[in-house]
């Protein structure tokens, strides 16, 4: 379990109070916010807005290349100047802003600004990505540059962030946004003039987070979220202090202490002896004929790593109790009730990341000790390796028992309350506190890369996708600039039959906000790996988002999307599928013989077909009865037909709908098709709320 500090105020606020109070002290010097520094690339456009901070009603002036502007500092202490770049020279130039002092920001280009935002696969960074060390040693370019937000969630929205512009080469772009860097690399060498990228992002978050509180009160159901979180974020300290004493007084009444481990390297270590210890099935609650039901009970499990070369392997342990964590006989980490973040939390897996210099080939050794003063401590969910459950058979073993207690005295051991949120989770913290920071910086457009964090609620993504996209655009004042984003790779073990699950309804509901004007979508279902939520592959996701802008803003005449369902029509028990964007024509790739599990141990398995005798793979067909089967597909021209001869009357087809699907329909550019399906029978996600 993660420890979790007991405060009077909440650290999300901690951000905004620093910010607020370094902004008041500041005035009386002319100021800049952090984005608008040393090596920044300015937007090649009509008004460029520059802005900052000095005493109210004081005078200050900028110039840049030729041009000068006045403006005076307002009651607040913000002034805005607005430049004309649109016919500038790419630089570079110094920009100078004088008042009371003067402030001299160098090396600044102007040209194309991107930001690139959303979770940890926008992230993820270029130096572990495939292809890493090459990338890096040939990177070396002055005219692509990155700004990177720093993290930071704040419940108002903050005036300034933390950052700074650098050029990428050898020894900085291992740091750039992976996506983002392939994505700018590709537009800087096609067109030839500076290009900026904003790398404003933060892993395991929703998109709520990324919204304004304007644009989340338009929607009662992430109004009331909102709230309900703020609330248990202000309320926690208080119910967790009140716990933490609570039940430290009931220990020591009832004589609950913990006693020492005298050898934890006899449950813990490699070749202990199993013989004698007790097998438990989890989840649930850690219970077995022979253990006590209190005291202190230690599980063992073996942990199988076949190949060599991992960089790390996350575990995630959702024990709700006070347990101590040893891998390899090696202590993680301990909790106890001061710790203990509370019921009800991802914070209760982990997550326990081991590092490659204690993973070993073959076999592993996880063991566990809860301490048990009130009762057996509880699995809410299955323990997992990464995505790999781990199954191998727990077996459990006392190393101590507490006297037994009345019914009356055990129910009066205090409960921990539910756990507060993490604050990035929280609506409108993000936005709050990493994008308005940067508002009105001028931009060219957006690529995304999130959606994972909210696939248990896709349904309702399809409303709150296209608000983050919207709300941008209006918070911004830049017209509908391009939003391009990601549809969510494959990933998770293959299944062998067609089956309902969250991620294939997250992608369509990404598919759904093409509806909003100006947005495009880089279909990824190629390039996953089932046993890890981050493919390595980058280069292909920022290509693939650099073609759509390439030829939706920069007149590029290219194929830019993949071939995406226009329509059906049943005929003799058929079903005929017709696809836009079929450009060169609609093309079965060959399937490979096996498929990526992990790219960074070149873990593969077998890929076996789930219609072996198709020309087309991933299609699936049901009758009215709703039950999904495998079909035989095979091209005609811009159509796909599609068939089973055990749905002699079909209804609806569906493409690539799983979580980690087997398809191979391209087009003759190369670019995948889309997943998507022809019914509207309900999603499993359809009440899915946070």
Known sequence: ??????????????????????????????????????????????????????????????????????????????????????????????????????????????????????????????????????????????????????????????????????????????????????????????????????????????????????????????????????????????????????????????????????????????????????PVKLPGPVVAPGLPRTGAVWLRSDVDVPTKGM?????????????????????????????????????????????????????????????????????????????????????????????????????????????????????????????????????TGVIWYQGESNAGRAYQYRDAFPLVIEDWRKQWNQGAFPFYFCQLANFQEKNPQPDETAWPELREAQSMSLRVPNTGQAVLIDIGEAGFIHPRNKKDVGERLAKIALARDYGRDIPYSGPTYESMQVESGKILVKFTHADGGLIARPLPDTYVVRSDTNAIAPLVPNSPNSELEGFAICGADRKWLWADAKIDGDTVIVWSDKVPAPVAVRYAWASNPTCNLYNGAGLPASPFRTDDFPPITLNGKY
């Not at 006045?70 to 802003?97: C, E, H, I, Y």
């Not at 926008?122 to 993290?151: D, H, Y």
């Not at 909102?226 to 926690?236: S, V």
């Not at 076999?363 to 323990?383: D, K, Q, S």
């Open 311 to 443: 960089q790390f392997l996350t575990l995630f342990l959702p024990i709700d109790g006070y347990d101590s964590v040893y891998w390899n006989g090696r202590l993680l980490k301990q909790t106890t009730c001061r710790d203990f973040p509370g019921k009800g939390s991802i914070r209760c897996y982990g997550p326990y990341s081991i590092p490659a210099s204690e993973i070993r080939q073959g076999r592993n050794i996880l063991a566990i000790r809860l301490y048990e003063p009130a009762g057996p401590a509880l699995f809410t969910g299955v323990p997992r390796a990464d995505t790999k459950v781990l199954n191998n058979g727990w077996v459990a073993r006392a190393e101590y028992e507490f006297p037994s207690l009345d019914a009356q005295t055990v129910a009066e051991a205090p409960e921990p309350p539910m756990n507060p949120p993490m604050p990035q989770n929280v609506a409108c913290s993000l936005f709050n506190g990493m994008i308005h920071p940067i508002l009105p910086y001028a931009i």
């Open 1 to 278: 379990m993660m420890c979790y500090s007991v405060v009077k105020v909440p650290s999300f606020l901690a951000f905004t109070i620093s910010v607020a109070l370094s902004a008041s002290c500041a005035w009386a010097d002319v100021r800049l916010p952090a984005i608008i520094s040393n090596h920044m690339v300015l937007k090649r456009t009509a008004e460029v807005p520059i802005w900052g901070w000095a005493d109210p009603g004081e005078e200050v002036e900028l110039t840049l290349n030729g041009q000068t502007l006045k403006a005076k500092a307002g009651d607040d202490g913000r002034w805005m100047v607005r430049l004309d770049l649109q016919n500038s020279a790419p630089g570079p130039f110094d920009m100078t802003v004088e008042g009371k002092n003067k402030v001299v920001v160098a090396d600044v280009l102007v040209g194309e600004v991107w930001v690139a935002g959303g979770q940890s696969n926008m992230e993820w960074t270029l130096g572990s990505t495939i292809g890493a060390p090459e990338e890096i040693a040939s990177s070396a370019n002055s005219m692509l540059r990155q700004f990177l937000v720093q993290k930071a969630a704040s419940e108002s929205p903050a005036e300034d962030c933390k950052g700074s512009w650098v050029a990428a080469s050898p020894q900085t772009s291992g740091g750039f946004t992976a996506v983002g860097y392939y994505f700018g690399k590709a537009i800087q060498k096609e067109l030839k003039v500076p290009v900026g990228i904003i790398n404003d992002n933060y892993g395991g978050t929703h998109s709520e987070a990324w919204t304004s509180g304007e644009a989340i009160d338009s929607m009662p159901d992430l109004k009331a979220t909102r709230d309900r979180l703020r609330k248990t974020l202000e309320e926690y300290p208080q119910k967790k202090q009140a716990f933490v004493e609570g039940m430290e007084a009931w220990i020591q009444k009832n004589g609950r202490e913990d006693k020492p481990v005298a050898d934890a390297a006899a449950y813990a270590g490699m070749d202990v002896s199993t013989k004698g210890w007790f």
